[in-house]
Structures are given as C-alpha cells and as structure tokens.
C-alpha cells in the first residue's frame, strides 16, 4: 500500500515544554491506524500539527507526497484531508442537514459566505449540496434526524454528525480526535463498526483514542506517545506487548510482574 500520510521528525514546543518532539510515522491507504498514549503525551498537539491548526517548529508533513506543513488548514482540507475534535464543534441553531452540508461548502465554487446569505445565483449549487448532504447521511443512517436542531441531540448522535459533516468535505483521510469520548459502551461498539464502514468506503483513518478495546479491534497499526515521544510504533498485537508501553500504561511494578 502507498503511504498516504507521512510525518517527519516533527517538532512542537510551547515555551519550555516539548510537547511533540522529534516524531515520526506514517499512515498507508487504506489503514485505519490509531495514535494512544496517556494524558499529556502530546496527541492533540500532533493531530493539530498534522491537520494545520498549529504550525511545527521543525519537520515535515506529507500528505500524498505533498508538503502541507506550512498551508493554512482550510487548504489541506482541499487537498483531502478532514478532522473531527475532541469538544464537538456543531453549529447551534442549524439542523442536521445544514450542519452537514458546511462541509460541502469547501468544494463550492459560490463560497461558504454567499451561501450562507443565499444569495439568487448560489441556489443551485445549494440545492446540489442539500442533495449530496443528504446522501451522505443515508449512507450513514442518520437521514431521519436531517431537520432536527443539530445541537439537541443526544451525545452519540451529536458524534455521528459531526463525523458526517467531516466525510462531507470528501476527505481521504479522516483524522478522528477521540470519536468514542463521552459515549456509553453500546454507542462505543456503534461508533467502532462506523469507523470500519468509513475504511471500507475507501477512506483512510487516523484517530487519537483512549478506549482500548476500540482502538485494538478496529486498528491495522498503533502508534504511542509518551511526552511528546513516539516510543512503539507496530501492530496492535506487538504494541499491547511492548515492554516500553507496559511501563508507561501500568507504571514499573507492575510491568516487571508482567
């Protein structure tokens, strides 16, 4: 498989902290490969530097074989590239729908801000997005809440939206910032089968997760951060009996009792 994604040497400081230090991996089509480690190891940080949102202090992201480290975030989602966050960021007083179809907006050629004004001249290429919107929530099975107020939800379908509206933008990769936060295990399963249906459609996955059970069962490769550091980078198999993610997950005593 081709290597979709590819992060070199990156770096991330914030004053005196290293918060991402020196990490590199990659990520082949196709995959779903998962980004663990406890709290502080830098996840967020690094899923930041890799989508756009913070720029390195050094390194290089590939996405493609194309350098997007230094592009604006909205143009790495142009070229393929789409995320959902941790604290979900729904537009209030929007339906479903409309929630879905901002992410539409950025292959338009009218624009987010005519749209947004419906403007006459706008109105075809909306009616063209409703309907691809719509689509994509069939797919998804999650077209009958299209007129309900998106924010109203409950959490689990909150969660489905928000990661409907990021396969809106027809992203190949689909960067997930831990999809399975706040869900109850029976939404957790749902969410686990959704993220394989997302590979399946033939769009490669990369999540920061701390649901274990998740992240072992869904994933082809697991990659571990320890403040800022990439100590294992392997199967899920190998990297459940790395010795190095032992002592960071179940402290010294634990792991030589192991």
Not at 38 to 58: H, I
Request: hydrophobic share 45%; proline share 4%.
């Amino acid at each position: 498989m081709e290597r979709l994604l590819e992060v070199r040497n990156l770096c991330r400081r914030f004053g005196g902290l290293k918060a991402v230090e020196n990490v590199s991996f990659s990520v082949k089509e196709g995959q779903i490969k998962a980004v663990i480690g406890p709290n502080g190891a830098g996840k967020t940080t690094l899923f930041n530097l890799v989508s756009g949102f913070l720029k390195p202090d050094s390194g290089t992201v590939l996405l493609d074989r194309l350098a997007v480290q230094d592009l604006p975030s909205y143009s790495i989602a142009r070229k393929g590239m789409a995320r959902t966050f941790q604290h979900m960021k729904l537009f209030p007083k929007m339906s479903t729908l409309e929630n879905v179809m901002v992410g539409r907006h950025i292959h338009g050629r009218a624009g987010f801000v005519p749209s947004f004004f419906n403007l006459p001249w706008t109105w075809s290429e909306e009616r063209r997005m409703r309907r691809e919107a719509l689509d994509l929530m069939t797919r998804l099975d999650i077209e009958n809440l299209a007129e309900t107020e998106a924010t109203s939800l409950a959490y689990g379908q909150q969660r489905m939206v928000e990661l409907c509206r990021a396969l809106a933008c027809s992203p190949r990769l689909l960067l997930l910032d831990e999809p399975a936060a706040g869900l109850n295990m029976r939404e957790t399963a749902e969410m686990a089968k959704m993220i394989s249906r997302i590979r399946d459609m033939g769009i490669t996955v990369l999540l920061v997760e701390h649901d274990m059970s998740l992240v072992m069962n869904i994933s082809d490769e697991v990659a571990v951060l320890c403040y800022g550091q990439k100590i294992a980078d392997d199967v899920p198999l190998a990297v459940q009996k790395n010795p190095e993610v032992v002592r960071v997950y179940l402290g010294e005593e634990n792991a030589q009792d192991s």
